[in-house]
């Protein structure tokens, strides 16, 4: 999610030839599916749903769900629930992570410590995706960003 943050408003200006303020309140609007995501999730862990299955989940369906945005032209049909479902995945791996964070740490005065990495890890996502995903973007590679978000789960 951080990462398409970052890169989604570019890639969709440029393949559908619209300004960036449009793209940006597309995603903007999108980002709700976040939300969603994240409450579904604390729903479903609350329920006994297995964490490891919920990733699993998310990494095969955040993956379809880029491939399929860009291997697209950037129609909206195509990428508005392609987006969708990649943010509420986005969502849904944010809370299950965060949930998982007091059974991680080896002390609980370390839950601090973990919350701060795990948010300088999201900064530093938010930093590099753009780095690696916009050269291939402008030069049409959508089979290389796809490549990508594979070998990263979709996140």
Same mark, same amino acid.
């Given at each position: 999610?951080?990462? =398409?943050?970052?890169?989604?408003?570019?890639?969709?200006? %440029?393949?559908?030839?619209?300004?960036?303020?449009?793209?940006?309140?597309?995603?903007?609007?999108?980002?709700?599916? $976040?939300?969603?995501?994240?409450? #579904?999730?604390?729903?479903?862990?609350?329920?006994?749903?297995?964490?490891?299955?919920?990733?699993?989940?998310?990494?095969? =369906?955040?993956?379809?769900?880029?491939?399929? %945005?860009?291997?697209?032209? #950037?129609?909206?049909?195509?990428?508005?629930?392609?987006?969708?479902?990649?943010?509420?995945?986005?969502? =849904?791996?944010?809370?299950?992570? !965060?949930?998982?964070?007091?059974?991680?740490?080896?002390?609980? !005065?370390? #839950?601090?410590?973990?919350?701060?990495?795990?948010?300088? $890890?999201?900064?530093?996502? !938010?930093?590099?995706?753009?780095?690696?995903?916009?050269? $291939?973007?402008?030069? #049409?590679?959508?089979?290389?960003?796809?490549?990508?978000?594979?070998?990263?789960?979709?996140?």
């Amino acid at each position: 999610g951080f990462g =398409v943050n970052a890169v989604f408003p570019s890639w969709y200006a %440029m393949a559908r030839g619209t300004d960036l303020a449009s793209a940006s309140s597309l995603l903007a609007v999108l980002n709700l599916a $976040m939300i969603a995501g994240s409450l #579904g999730a604390g729903v479903l862990l609350s329920r006994g749903a297995s964490p490891t299955r919920l990733l699993l989940v998310v990494a095969v =369906v955040s993956t379809v769900a880029a491939g399929v %945005m860009f291997a697209s032209d #950037g129609a909206p049909v195509a990428v508005v629930p392609c987006l969708a479902a990649w943010l509420v995945c986005s969502g =849904v791996s944010i809370a299950v992570v !965060t949930a998982a964070l007091p059974r991680v740490v080896a002390s609980p !005065t370390q #839950g601090a410590a973990a919350a701060g990495l795990l948010s300088q $890890m999201a900064a530093l996502t !938010t930093f590099v995706t753009p780095l690696l995903w916009l050269p $291939m973007l402008e030069r #049409g590679s959508n089979i290389g960003a796809i490549r990508t978000i594979e070998r990263s789960g979709g996140a």
